[in-house]
């Protein structure tokens, strides 16, 4: 038996979203930047696809440029604001996916801009006051803060957050690879700026993704060479991706309801069965459903003589799940999110991520696995 609970990392594609993406590869192969009636027809396929995912997040179609990602829209985010906005500092904070930290440390590294870190909360969430007192002493910065941690699945209040970030006149950008097709978001009702989108996280394709930009800024080309994008990104755009992008977009928000309460309903059954199965078990970030992601739970495993080989054993059993982030995988160095919480060395993590497809049987199976692992070193 084999059990997929990596979802996070990225979730299998949805039939719909195939057979929209391999009909458009038979039907609609001009190039979107011809003039000719082929190049048209792609163009409006495209178009049509921008209008559709503003809508998801009540957003102009103006304001979504198409990316290969979240990592690129973050780059965007985060780059552009430096170059073509005038922004000084950057607040964020030391758990952000690495395409925010990592681009914000070489800008700083490069003296462009001041990076400063914001204080968390003990499950991982932004400290309110600490981020406030931080944008008043720096008006005008850029707020970087994703929507929920993608390795422990604590999520921050984006409201609060574009209050805080209108009352000083700061830029606010968010990472939302996580919660997009997962939360109802809108960018008007948060005060966001920015917004960054991956299709692959909610059962679209790899490869594409979405930048929201609102229309009020204006920047320059941070990939030059053609005029796409509106003159923000130059290359020949995906189109088969984009079209699968939004057909994912469309499949979660039509099933979202029912999609949150069956996967919160699972994530609930592994925390009571872990409980009940592996003692001195804990979980990284917040598990309360009004304050956590329904699709990520870290489980912290107690010290053990095979924390170096437990995702592996785990895997020869047929069991999928993460150390964390899956961009960490193969790294040396371990987590910056569980350094960032002084979660204890120890202690080895596993992100569990679900899917409408999993079942608790699929449950039933992984933690069985896991207790059979750990007999071996630990008393359960």
Known sequence: MRVYFDNAATAPMEEEVIMAMT????????????????????????????????????????????????????????????????????????????????????????????????????????????????????????????????????LNDLEKIGIISKSHKCLFHSDTVQTMG??????????????????????GPKGTGFLFMANHLKIHAIITGGGQERNTRAG???????????????????????????????????????????????????????????????????????NEMLLFMLDLEGVCVSGGSACNSGAAKGSHVLEALKVPDDRVALRFSFNKTNTTKEIDYAVGKLRQILQNSLAV
């Open 236 to 306: 020949t755009e995906n189109i088969y991706g984009i079209v699968g992008l939004a057909k994912a977009m469309e499949i979660a928000n039509r099933n979202m309801a029912d999609d949150h309460a069956k996967i919160q309903f699972l994530k609930n059954y592994l925390i009571e069965q872990v409980q009940k199965n592996i003692s001195d078990i804990s979980f990284n970030g917040n598990i309360i459903p009004e304050k956590s992601l329904y699709t990520v739970l870290s489980v912290s495993i107690p010290p053990n003589d095979l």
């Open 23 to 154: 009909t458009t590869m038979r039907e609609v192969y001009g190039n979107p930047s011809a003039s000719h009636s082929l190049g048209r027809a792609a163009k409006g396929v495209i178009e049509n696809c921008r209008k559709q995912v503003a809508g998801f997040i009540n957003a102009k179609a103006s304001e979504i440029y198409f990316t290969s990602g979240g990592t690129e829209a973050d780059n965007m985010a985060v780059r552009c604001a430096v170059k073509d906005l005038g922004v000084k500092t950057i607040i964020t904070s030391p758990i952000e996916h690495k395409a925010v930290l990592e681009t914000a440390k070489e800008l700083e590294k490069q003296g462009s801009v001041k990076c400063l870190m914001v204080d968390l909360n003990p499950d991982g969430s932004v400290n309110l006051l600490h981020l406030d007192d931080l944008a008043t002493a720096n008006p005008g910065s850029l707020i970087s803060l994703m929507h929920a941690n993608n390795e422990i699945g604590t």
């Open 182 to 203: 997962h939360l109802n978001i809108d960018v008007k009702t948060f005060g966001i700026d920015f917004l960054s989108c991956s299709a692959h996280k909610f059962n």
